[in-house]
């Protein structure tokens, strides 16, 4: 089982309504990522979806509201590789957060089309796995 720490999460008891929100907000940005036609933008909206995704995920299996605090990026990608058992979503999302870092914080860093192109790609298929577990349970 998942811990979540304090530092970190809080506990928060979701409606369903709330988590789908979350949900189609990473939806919305992987969309962005995927139409684009600038590559700082898809990658920039590509990163912010595969973080969403990860709120989404936390919201319904743990009940906790991610803190927006030093390192929380870290811990939701922590938390969502544990969570759908894929260790490459914290050493791909990892290294796509520290490119969005250096990015914003060290005056730029180029991201090929290539690139982005692959982590769109990843982040798609890491958002269909966490589609599978929020709509679990769910009545259509």
Avoid: W
Wanted: proline residues 2%; contains cysteine.
């Amino acid at each position: 089982m998942t811990r979540f720490e304090k530092e970190y999460f809080r506990p928060f008891s979701f409606s369903g309504k709330e988590i789908d929100r979350y949900f189609q907000n990473a939806l919305r940005d992987l969309k962005i990522a995927q139409t684009d036609p600038y590559t700082e933008v898809r990658f920039t909206y590509c990163y912010q979806a595969l973080i969403k995704s990860g709120i989404a995920l936390i919201a319904k299996v743990g009940q906790v509201k991610v803190r927006s605090v030093a390192g929380h990026h870290v811990q939701v990608l922590t938390k969502m590789s544990n969570l759908l058992n894929n260790p490459d979503i914290l050493t791909i999302g990892n290294a796509m957060r520290m490119k969005r870092n250096l990015d914003l914080y060290s005056g730029g860093e180029f991201i090929s089309k290539k690139e982005t192109g692959d982590y769109i790609r990843f982040t798609k298929q890491v958002i269909n796995q966490t589609e599978k577990i929020i709509k679990a349970g769910k009545k259509e």
